[in-house]
């Protein structure tokens, strides 16, 4: 079990650790409210999104290290499990949960042994790992496959200058205007900025895009590179 946070790795396996069990919500609860017409037979569902899955993982300590060092690594993380970050469990090495702890954890200590209990609060869907390339804007069509299994918004990194047009196939597009230099646009968050963090927006107009489960197909005008940030979602 390896976790990811801003300013580290703890890969709990180095430190000693070994993942005995574990458990989460095969499917997230939906957020909803429920309404009763006056004088109506039946509740109307107004559903708003999915909450948040629990993560429950116990970890035990291998018998061959120290109890004053086992003492001393597990000082060490605590830490790192109150900024949270993104987890990898042991069993899927592909995918990352983005996590937090927002109870305590527990640990008993043994003569021979540790025992370390965590309870992640996981966003609801998971995340494909994945490395981006620079892709020239020519023109040329771009097949982008979304390889999670339900839609998926990534970041679009634009270096060029100029005005630039991506297209969807689903007829979804946007234009980025007066480009000098590079952009991101956050489909996810639905924001545009720069290199140095400053809004852009001004610069976008059209649609932010998404990525369909399997073949994307993008159409390119203009002159410069992209790269495209996948964020792969598994539910």
Not at 144 to 152: L, V
Not at 216 to 231: A, F, M, R, V, Y
């Amino acid at each position: 079990m390896i976790l990811k946070t801003s300013d580290k790795t703890i890969d709990f396996k180095t430190l000693g650790y070994q993942l005995k069990t574990k458990s989460y919500d095969q499917s997230p609860s939906k957020n909803y409210t429920k309404e009763t017409v006056i004088g109506g037979i039946k509740e109307f569902v107004f559903e708003n999104g999915l909450k948040n899955k629990k993560i429950n993982v116990v970890l035990q300590c291998l018998d061959s290290i120290s109890l004053a060092t086992r003492r001393i690594n597990a000082r060490d993380i605590t830490p790192s499990l109150l900024n949270g970050g993104e987890l990898t469990l042991d069993y899927e090495p592909d995918i990352y949960w983005n996590v937090k702890v927002l109870n305590n954890t527990s640990i008993d200590f043994g003569v021979a042994y540790d025992t370390l209990s965590i309870e992640f609060d996981a966003e609801p869907m998971a995340y494909k790992r994945y490395t981006a390339t620079e892709i020239a804007i020519d023109g040329t069509d771009i097949n982008i496959t979304n390889s999670g299994n339900c839609p998926s918004y990534p970041l679009i990194e634009i270096n060029g200058t100029g005005n630039i047009t991506l297209t969807h196939s689903d007829g979804n597009a946007f234009t980025i205007t007066g480009l000098t230099g590079t952009i991101f646009i956050d489909t996810e968050n639905m924001i545009v900025y720069d290199d140095l963090k400053a809004s852009q927006l001004s610069k976008f107009t059209g649609d932010f895009l998404n990525l369909d489960v399997g073949s994307n197909i993008i159409s390119t005008s203009g002159t410069g590179t992209i790269k495209i940030h996948k964020k792969d979602r598994v539910i």
